[in-house]
Every structure is written in structure tokens, then in C-alpha cells.
């Protein structure tokens, strides 16, 4: 049983070697703590013997109380705690920290399971959340042990969404894979949002999740069933290597090529690549390469000939962004990926569920950073008010969760018409939506940052601390207009795809 000590006797440790303060009715012996203190002594010196609530809540996110809980050695006589801690799971009660059917709205789309899904799924990322920062503050390769982690709980088989690939798997919930929908899939990619900083998330699954579904879709069926398992349970790793250093968004203008071997067995690849997500830590390249009469697709284990270097971009190097180099490397002909010169159906086929994926991330993102918002402008105090009681930051935060909420309404409706179109009827009528989908997500985050940053002020352009999320949102938010297609080509796309059915009898 925990020991309840009274506010005068806390008062009377009051010293450098004797220092206990108060946090919410909980008491803390910071005696040893107080030389580990990264603010220096001074500030607990300060609070020594004190009710230190509103001063711990005023600089430390409250995952720093149980991180250091070890301190922890009593409770205030006859006081009950007034700010919860949640639970493993647990969803949030801020207002719009949540999309709206989890926070007890009505909803056409989401069922039971999807409700035990997103809290079965939040409890295994908050267990790896610490790993995740730590990669984010290091710089570090995401490990064998945390992509065999992911991969063994299903999830990272969940991020490539509702197909057969989920055939075996352990899905979070008890999910079977007949049932598992592309909102299940949303929910997946909301919550490594959540918990997963941006470069790392890229690291972790932005190269696998573009890649892998060229191989389930396209590799020889002997190549699919030995690459797609060791994959999607984190033993191998996989990126898509298309872009060059002289081709983005305009794949025809590729210049690495493929040269059929005299005797018919093998390609011998040369050229570049550059900007490959996840390419540093790959052991497969599904690489676009061009071949004599046009682009075709092939599957390139890492081996003799394949160099990799880092490139270091405004995100974490955990991304692992890399150039990668072909030098006469020797592939099999069985790895061809689809039909040879036929590449571009092989590129072109997921790029309507690449971009899903990016708008689901976005729009968890800036639903992150309302909710870091409202709880700052809660508890932060200037000038002797809460920064909420100013109109003005009142004004801030009701234009980023108009915008915010109004986005992901068109995300849940883009994502039911995925869940009742075949790829087909998805082919021809949702590349024009999701394009300018993807053009709104990011105009949405510019929005949602510049004034989160404004409510964070100082704490949002630092990277560790209470604005941390903010600092990497702004920081990172960009890359999600260039990626996948740039805003200018998503918005002229969108607009190409309507004129195709515009009726040629319209008249104002």
C-alpha cells in the first residue's frame, strides 16, 4: 500500500539532499534525481517542499512522470489526483483528438471491430513508442527486432490494406482477413501517426508499403512466395526505386537501363537512383528500369553490383534515403515484375492506394496537432491566463479543426468508395479525387502548422520537449507535397480526370 504523507511533512524536505515535491497528490523524493535533472538543479530547488503541479505541467509532457515513477513514494492524506494519466489504449476525450465515431458520434462506416482494432493496435505501438522517439533522436536504422516485432503482430501486413496477403496473418483484435477493410487500414496508419515520428514511420514502412504490392501483384508466383512472407514478417525489407536524379514525377524520361544477357537468362542493370525511402536498409529494389522497347519493372536483390549512400534530408536519417547505384548487375529473368516493356501499369497500379495512405497519415497528423494544441492552450499560462482564454489562439485552433475535420470527411468517403469499387471502377474513378485529395492534405497541414507553431511558440521550432510533435510536423510536412506527386501535378491531374467525364453539352 502506497504511504500518505501530509502537505507540512513534504514541507520539511525542503533541502538539496532532502527534496520531495508534490506533482498532482502524488509525492516525489527528487533527492537523487535533482544533479539528473537536464534543466539543471535550480528549478526543483525552487519547488523544493512545494506543490510543484503547475510548474511540471508548464515544461514536461506527462509520459516524463512515468518514465521516472521510481520516485514515486507516496500520496497526499485525504487528496485524490486530478489529471489522469490514460490507460495502454485508452482514446483520447479531447475535443477532435479523435476522429468523430470514436468519440461517440454516429457513423455509417466503422463496426465493433473496427473500435476493438484501433485499441488493440494503439496498445502494441505504445509499447514501442520509446524505441521510435529514440530512433527519431539518434538517428538510428530501425532494427531487425522492432521490423520482426511489427511484422509478427500483423501490422506491418495492415499497412498494405484489405487482400490476400493477409492470409495467415495475426491480425491485432482478432480481425479475420475477410473482414479487414480499407478503414482498418486507415486506422492502422492514424495510429503509427500518432506514435511514430515522421522520418522514422518512413524508415519503418514508407518504402515497404509503396514496394510490397508490386511483388503480390506482379512477381512470378515462385518469387511471390518466397519474398512476400519474409516481408511482411519484418525478416526482409523492401523499397521502390523509381525516381532519378533527372526523373521525378515524369517516370518516362528514366534513364537506368536493362540489357537482355546474350543468352536469354538475365538483365544486366546500370544506372541511378535517387531519393529511394528506406533504400539504405533494403534488401530488395522493385526498380523501374528501361528495356529495348520501352519501361519495364524488375524485383533487385542487394548484392554484387548494388552500392547504397545515405542522403541526408530535412527529416530523420532513420528514413533512410538513399542514392542507389546499378553497376552491370546481373538479375534473373524470373524477376521481372509484370510484362517486360510494360512497366508502367506496374508503376501506375498502386498509385491510387499509395496516396491513400499518404492522405490517411495527413490527416491523423494534423488531427495531432489539434490535439497538442488544445492540451498547451489548456495549461499554459501567460501574462496570468491560459493561452486558451485568448481569442485569438480560440480563433488559431478553430481553423485547424475546421480544416482538419473537413479533410478527413472527404478521406472517410474516399475511403468507403475504395471499400465498394473494384480495382478496376477504382482505376477509373478515384485517381481523379484522391489526387486533389492529396493537394488539399497537404494545403491542410500547411495551415495546421504555421498555427500550431504560433500556440507553441518557442517549444515548436525545438526538437525534444512539450512541442516536439509540432516542431517534426513542420518541420517533415512538406514532404508529403513533393512525395507520391507533387501538389501541382495532384491538383492538375484531379482536374485532367474530371474534364474526361465533363458532358461535352454543358452550358451555363
Known amino acids: 500500500m502506497s504511504k500518505t504523507f501530509s502537505r507540512e511533512e513534504v514541507a520539511k524536505h525542503a533541502s538539496e539532499n532532502d527534496l520531495w515535491i508534490i506533482i498532482d497528490a ?132 495492415c499497412n498494405v490494406g484489405p487482400g490476400p496477403h493477409l492470409k495467415g496473418i495475426n491480425i491485432p483484435a482478432g ?132 552500392e547504397t549512400k545515405p542522403i541526408r534530408t530535412s527529416y530523420s536519417p532513420s528514413a533512410g534515403t538513399s542514392l542507389v547505384f546499378y553497376e552491370n548487375v546481373k538479375v534473373p529473368i524470373e524477376n521481372l515484375l509484370g510484362v517486360e516493356n510494360e512497366g508502367f501499369k506496374v508503376v501506375l497500379s498502386n498509385f491510387n492506394h499509395e496516396r491513400l495512405v499518404m492522405l490517411m497519415g495527413a490527416s491523423a497528423a494534423g488531427r495531432i496537432a489539434v490535439e497538442e494544441c488544445f492540451k498547451w492552450a489548456n495549461q499554459r499560462k501567460v501574462f496570468g491566463k491560459r493561452l486558451i482564454d485568448q481569442p485569438v489562439i480560440r480563433n488559431k485552433l478553430a481553423n485547424m479543426i475546421s480544416q482538419v475535420e473537413s479533410f478527413h470527411n472527404w478521406l472517410e468517403n474516399l475511403t468507403y468508395q475504395m471499400n465498394h469499387m473494384n480495382y478496376a471502377e477504382q482505376a477509373v474513378k478515384l485517381a481523379g479525387p484522391i489526387a486533389l485529395a492529396k493537394y488539399q492534405s497537404t494545403r491542410m497541414l500547411h495551415t495546421v502548422a504555421d498555427d500550431a507553431v504560433q500556440i507553441f511558440g518557442g517549444r515548436a521550432i525545438t526538437k525534444t520537449g512539450m512541442g516536439r510533435y509540432v516542431e517534426m510536423l513542420q518541420r517533415t510536412y512538406k514532404f508529403s507535397a513533393i512525395l507520391g506527386g507533387s501538389e501541382e501535378i495532384m491538383a492538375d491531374l484531379g482536374v485532367r480526370q474530371a474534364m474526361k467525364s465533363f458532358p461535352k453539352d454543358a452550358r451555363l
Open 175 to 306: 480481425v479475420k482477413p475477410e473482414e479487414f477493410d480499407y478503414f482498418h487500414e486507415m486506422i492502422v496508419h492514424e495510429e503509427f501517426a500518432r506514435v511514430v515520428p515522421r522520418g522514422v514511420d518512413d524508415g519503418v514502412i514508407g518504402g515497404f508499403v509503396i514496394a510490397i504490392p508490386t511483388v503480390l501483384n506482379f512477381a512470378k508466383p515462385h518469387i511471390r512466395e518466397k519474398v512476400a512472407p519474409e516481408v511482411l514478417l519484418g525478416r526482409k525489407r523492401i523499397c521502390l526505386a523509381i525516381t532519378e536524379p533527372y526523373a521525378g514525377s515524369d517516370v518516362a524520361r528514366i534513364r537506368t537501363t536493362a540489357k537482355l544477357s546474350a543468352d536469354g537468362s538475365h538483365y544486366i542493370v546500370n544506372g541511378v537512383k535517387k531519393w529511394i525511402t528506406s533504400g539504405r536498409y533494403a534488401d530488395y529494389f522493385s526498380t523501374a528500369v528501361r528495356t529495348d522497347k520501352g519501361l519495364s519493372m524488375l524485383l533487385i536483390p542487394n548484392g554484387e553490383g548494388v
Open 26 to 157: 502524488a509525492v516525489y523524493d527528487m533527492s537523487r534525481f535533482v544533479d539528473m535533472h537536464p534543466g539543471g538543479a535550480f528549478p526543483i530547488l525552487e519547488l523544493a517542499g512545494k506543490d510543484a503541479t503547475d510548474a511540471f505541467y508548464g515544461l514536461h509532457r506527462q509520459e516524463v512522470l512515468v518514465k521516472y515513477k521510481r520516485f514515486k513514494i507516496g500520496t497526499i492524506a485525504g487528496e485524490e489526483a486530478q489529471i489522469r494519466i490514460p490507460e495502454a489504449g485508452e482514446l483520447s476525450e479531447v475535443p477532435y483528438a479523435e476522429p468523430s465515431a470514436f468519440q461517440g458520434y454516429k457513423s455509417p462506416y466503422y463496426k465493433e471491430s473496427h473500435h476493438k482494432f484501433r485499441t488493440e493496435v494503439r496498445k502494441i505501438l505504445q509499447e514501442l513508442a520509446e524505441e521510435f522517439r529514440e530512433l527519431e533522436q539518434t538517428d538510428g536504422k530501425p532494427s531487425d527486432e522492432l521490423m520482426q516485432k511489427l511484422g509478427e503482430t500483423g501490422l506491418l501486413a
